[in-house]
């Protein structure tokens, strides 16, 4: 089985037996291997309708769904059930079983062997972080955190190509669910599973989303597009409305680089010993390396060759373009991150060296928090420098 699958659902339309209109009316859009989609939308827009139609939890009216090219509906729900894997926020946990017994649910389905469910609930234990004695536990023993986190690993129990969760996160107080937005952000990173996320937050959506599919009322697709693009050139007004994009943008105009916080990058020269970067590696925001010249400019990302001798080499996997300053105008950034179809690039002060790096991330975060202390409109007239 691959590691990710692609999902795509074609004129799919859902209604439910006695309901005076489609939850679903007619709805396409696709889903690369290993990308994460999000749907937003408001109550009843059908999110949840959706994710339930592509596991067969429920059947379409018409339409099609396709899995990796095949329908869904030409599979056995056996089948499909060690493929698509489900997370979700409420009914959760099986509270009179202990967390392993939770997150074999679908290896037993699959009639695997004892010993190989233990050793697959111990193996996803370590990768979602709990210790290995909270296999013995109850649900109710554990945190809200903690739980979530189990589902996330009952999800992925049988190492499903699709992974579905719905509102994972949406019980969990606001620091705890930046912390296992986080953490799933990195273990995506590792697994590259393609996964359908579904939230009422848009600032979540903006976080986690390769691709955010907002919907309207019976299911009507508003915009399907990356973060970037929703908050840059929303299709509608209620799109509009939904991402705040016209506060968000003037926003983005009336701030400079330096206004946010930016990433710390690691640095490292030709030369210097791997060691020392990769210890600079693990205290940075960035799980890459930035090589620099003498002068601490940006040279390029280095590639992992560059550091399998003893000394890093000038082996790169890619320029160091975009390079933003730290008093250019966030908007202006923004457009040259996406003008290099990038998710990051060097920021640099006056004399060219590195102050460090400008994420989309990072962007929107600063869209969707509010600054204590917007500087003035015409502080910001070319040429002149509003922090002094
Ligand atoms: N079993 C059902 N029978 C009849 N109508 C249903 C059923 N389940 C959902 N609906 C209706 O279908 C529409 C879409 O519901 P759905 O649960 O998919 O919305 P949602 O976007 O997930 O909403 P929420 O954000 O509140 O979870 C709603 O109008 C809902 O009332
Ligand atoms: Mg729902």
């Known amino acids: 089985m691959k590691t990710a699958a692609t999902l795509e659902f074609r004129h799919v339309r859902k209604e439910y037996d006695g309901a005076p209109a489609p939850a679903i009316t007619d709805l396409s859009f696709a889903v690369g291997a290993g990308e994460i989609c999000v749907l937003v939308g408001p109550s009843g827009s059908g999110k949840t309708t959706a994710m339930r139609l592509a596991n067969r939890m429920l059947e379409p009216t018409s339409g099609d769904i396709l899995l990796d090219g095949r329908s869904v509906m030409a599979r056995k729900p056996a089948d499909l059930r060690r493929e698509i894997g489900y997370a979700i926020q409420q009914i959760g946990l099986f509270p009179h079983q202990t967390v392993a017994g939770n997150i074999g649910t679908v290896p037993r389905l699959l009639h695997w062997d004892r010993r190989r469910i233990e050793d ?11 210790p290995a004695e909270m296999a013995r ?19 992925l129990a049988a190492d499903p190509p699709l992974l579905l969760m719905d509102e994972p996160f949406g019980a969990i107080d606001p620091i705890n669910r930046e912390r296992l937005q986080n953490e799933f952000l990195r273990l995506q990173a590792r697994l590259r599973k393609t996964v359908v996320f579904v939230t009422h937050d848009i600032d979540e959506a903006i976080k986690m ?28 007004r209620f799109v509009e409305d939904f991402v705040g994009a016209d506060r968000a943008l003037k926003r983005l105009a009336l701030q400079r680089v330096r206004d946010i916080d930016l990433w710390k990058a690691a640095t490292v020269r030709v030369g210097e010993p791997v060691e020392q970067a990769r210890a600079k590696l693990a205290a940075a925001d960035l799980d890459i390396m930035l090589l620099v010249d003498d002068a601490a400019r940006p040279v390029g990302w280095l590639s992992e060759t560059a550091l399998q001798g003893e000394r890093v080499r000038a082996e790169l996997r890619s320029s160091a373009e975009p390079v933003v300053e730290l008093d250019d105008i966030l908007r202006d950034a923004l457009a040259d991150l996406l ?3 990038t998710q990051y690039g060097p920021v640099v002060d006056g004399s060219g060296a590195v102050a ?26 070319p040429g002149e420098d509003a922090a002094g």
């Open 120 to 130: 697959r609930v111990f193996e996803l234990l370590d990768l979602i972080g709990l």
């Open 137 to 155: 536990r109850y649900p109710a023993q554990l945190s809200g955190g903690q739980r979530q986190r189990v589902g996330v690993a009952r999800a």
């Open 209 to 236: 989303g390769d691709r955010i599919a907002i919907l309207k009322e019976g299911g009507r697709l508003a915009q399907y597009a990356p973060p970037a693009e929703l908050l840059m050139e929303p299709a509608d």
């Open 339 to 341: 003008m290099a179809e």
């Open 356 to 381: 460090g790096v400008l994420s989309i991330e990072a962007l929107s975060h600063a869209l969707t928090t509010e600054p204590d202390d917007l500087p003035s409109p015409t502080e910001l007239i």
